[in-house]
Structures are given as C-alpha cells and as structure tokens.
C-alpha cells in the first residue's frame, strides 16, 4: 500500500493519559499536514510541514498539543493530558511540493474517543 | 481569511439522475478549490481541484465541477448518479495570498444519498 498510513486506527484513553499518533506519508511527499475532524464537521487544519519544518501552527494547536517530524519522513501528534473535546478524528495529509498546485492525498485517520 | 460553505446538510438524488453539489467560498486572492469523498471509516478521497485554466474540471469517477468567479461558487455535478456515489462530499479552498497558504480550509460537507 503506497497511500498515507496512519496508526492506530482507534485509540480509547482515559482524560488526563497522553496519546501519541503516527503518520507515515506518501514516500517522495515532502509536506505533511495533519487535520482534525469532529463529528459533523470538516476537517480543520491543524499543523504542517516541509520536510521536517514545522511551518504552519494553527491556534487550534494548543500547548498540549505537539507535532514533529523527526528526519523529514513520518510525524508524530501527541496530545498531553488529554480532555473530553479532544475526541475526534485526526487526519494525516501529505503532498508533493515541486509545484504549488499539488492536492493533499489523506490518511483514513485516527479516531481518538476520551472517556 | 478563507471560508467555504457547503449550503445544504444533504442531497437525495434518484440512480440515473443528474447531481450538483453546492460550494460557495470566499478568499482574499486567488483560490485553488478541491472536491473531496469520504465514505464511512475511510479517509477522504481527492476527486478534482480547479486552479486556472477551463472553468469546467473533470476529475474521478465521472464528476464535474464548475469554477464561477462572479459568483464565488465551484459547484460538483454527476450527469448520471451512482448508488456507489453515495458519500460525504467536502469542497475546500486555498488562498495562496493569504497567510497560512498551504492550509485548506474545507466545508462542513453534504451527504449524497442516492436511491437505487
């Protein structure tokens, strides 16, 4: 499978217990963005990056939330002390940038439910 | 800042029907729009994007989209609808001359029911 992997596909935690996501992309994609959706809602950016820069933070990115992307290959999301309105799906995109005009191909996500 | 509406919550077409689905955004410059598919416990699926160029975009699976720039709008359309067409369907858009281009910011989406 040469899509967008994510893992896991379902995580159940505990409010306050730390999560981790991985996202491995498109293997020549060099920008990686992940997203969050809720139920109902599209998808809202959350954060990207160019190889392992870390470019664009939005203000849903809170301080328990951070991202990496290590040597310019996976990324990681990982939310601290975990809350109710964190559940959702988390979204992995990933896209080429030789031009501008390049889509984002998406992971099938992670869905996170905090109980 | 860059918005998408997505008008109607959902849309029920009969099989063979003809189907549009609505989109209207707004964006400071010039914007890059793309129609996604998502269909249950999958991830979305890319169907076609306008950037410049012929208003009319052809993308996956027989859809269509129109790009109207007096009316703000990049409606998807299906001559003849599919039950296997039956899905979430999400516009988006990009600014490229805002901040925060590489972001999409996407509609709330619209359920394609179509009725065999």
């Known amino acids: 499978d040469t899509g967008v992997s994510q893992n896991p596909r379902h995580k159940i935690t505990k409010r306050g217990q730390n999560v981790t996501f991985r996202c491995d992309p498109i293997s020549e994609h060099n920008r990686l963005y992940w997203y969050r959706q809720t139920l109902g809602q599209g998808p809202e950016f959350l954060t990207y990056f160019q190889n392992e820069a870390q470019l664009e933070k939005s203000r849903l990115l809170s301080d328990r939330f951070s991202a990496e992307r290590p040597k310019g290959s996976f990324s990681t999301l990982e939310i601290q002390r975990t809350e109710q309105g964190d559940s959702a799906m988390y979204l992995c995109?990933?896209?080429?940038?030789?031009?501008?005009?390049?889509?984002?191909?998406f992971g099938q996500g992670t869905r996170l439910t905090v109980v | 800042a860059q918005s998408v509406a997505q008008p109607e919550d959902q849309v029920k077409v009969a099989e063979g029907n003809p189907l549009t689905v609505k989109c209207t955004y707004s964006?400071?410059?010039?914007?890059?729009l793309f129609w996604y598919v998502q269909y249950p416990n999958r991830g979305l699926q890319f169907l076609l994007k306008y950037i410049t160029g012929d208003n009319l975009v052809k993308g996956s699976y027989g859809f269509e989209a129109e790009f109207n720039k007096s009316q703000t709008s990049f409606h998807l359309k299906k001559p003849s609808a599919l039950v296997s067409d039956s899905a979430l369907y999400f516009c988006?858009?990009?600014?490229?001359?805002?901040?925060?281009?590489?972001?999409?910011?996407f509609g709330k989406g619209t359920k394609l029911s179509v009725i065999p």
């Open positions: 995109a990933s896209s080429f940038s030789a031009t501008k005009n390049t889509e984002a191909f």
């Open positions: 964006v400071s410059g010039n914007p890059y």
């Open positions: 988006a858009v990009r600014d490229l001359a805002g901040a925060g281009s590489y972001q999409l910011t």
